[in-house]
């Protein structure tokens, strides 16, 4: 497998996830700026793997608990590089999540993760934080100002994420430095 982990591929004013574009399931071209100022959570998915209804259900409930307030996004990717998993179209995807999960949130253009075909804002992710996917359902989540945070694989449920997830929300609004100041407060408490 090819990987992306040259922290050096981009330059200064690339240095945020949000300062990309991708496709969405029509192939419209769309600018992640939209999402700057949200945390969000970036998510390859398939539609035919082990992991999709037990990942599919768990970003639902995420998406749920974390909606009020609006500082929170999921963006979810499909993609067929491993096991080919999302043979669809970007139509019978779409379909499919709609139906069966009746999602809340983006689920965008299928894509290749990594490799020449990757698009620049998965080559950001992956050489930024130096962990590529190697299966369906790997976890990024990126901060507000688009700076990824961490990275979890498929076998790392969402509900064990959730607290680092709903804490990077929180942040929002705080100085980082602040934050940390006053988290250390209510941890003395």
């Given at each position: 497998m090819e990987t992306w982990c040259d922290n050096n591929e981009f330059s200064p004013e690339e240095e945020s996830f949000y300062n990309f574009n991708?496709?969405?399931?029509?192939?419209?071209?769309?600018?992640?700026?939209?999402?700057r100022g949200?945390?969000?959570?970036?998510?390859?998915?398939?539609?035919?793997?082990?992991?999709?209804?037990?990942?599919?259900?768990?970003?639902?409930?995420?998406k749920n608990v974390l909606l009020p307030g609006g500082k929170f996004e999921i963006l979810a990717f499909p993609c067929n590089q491993f096991g080919r998993q999302e043979p669809g179209t970007n139509e019978d995807i779409q379909n499919f999540v709609k139906e069966v999960y009746h999602v809340n949130f983006p689920v965008l253009g299928k894509i290749d993760v990594y490799g020449n075909n990757a698009p620049e804002a998965w080559r950001y992710l992956t050489s930024t934080y130096g962990?590529?996917?190697?299966?369906?359902?790997w976890k990024y989540l990126v901060d507000e100002d688009g700076i990824v945070v961490n990275a979890w694989g498929p076998r790392t449920p969402v509900e064990d994420i959730f607290h680092?997830?709903?804490e990077s929300?929180?942040?929002?609004?705080?100085?980082?430095?602040?934050?940390?100041?006053?988290?250390?407060?209510?941890?003395?408490?």
């Amino acid at each position: 497998m090819e990987t992306w982990c040259d922290n050096n591929e981009f330059s200064p004013e690339e240095e945020s996830f949000y300062n990309f574009n991708v496709l969405d399931s029509e192939n419209r071209e769309i600018s992640l700026q939209e999402y700057r100022g949200k945390v969000t959570l970036i998510v390859n998915v398939a539609s035919e793997c082990g992991f999709t209804d037990s990942h599919y259900r768990s970003l639902i409930r995420l998406k749920n608990v974390l909606l009020p307030g609006g500082k929170f996004e999921i963006l979810a990717f499909p993609c067929n590089q491993f096991g080919r998993q999302e043979p669809g179209t970007n139509e019978d995807i779409q379909n499919f999540v709609k139906e069966v999960y009746h999602v809340n949130f983006p689920v965008l253009g299928k894509i290749d993760v990594y490799g020449n075909n990757a698009p620049e804002a998965w080559r950001y992710l992956t050489s930024t934080y130096g962990k590529v996917p190697d299966w369906n359902f790997w976890k990024y989540l990126v901060d507000e100002d688009g700076i990824v945070v961490n990275a979890w694989g498929p076998r790392t449920p969402v509900e064990d994420i959730f607290h680092e997830v709903k804490e990077s929300v929180d942040k929002i609004g705080y100085l980082k430095n602040e934050y940390t100041r006053y988290q250390h407060i209510a941890d003395e408490l």
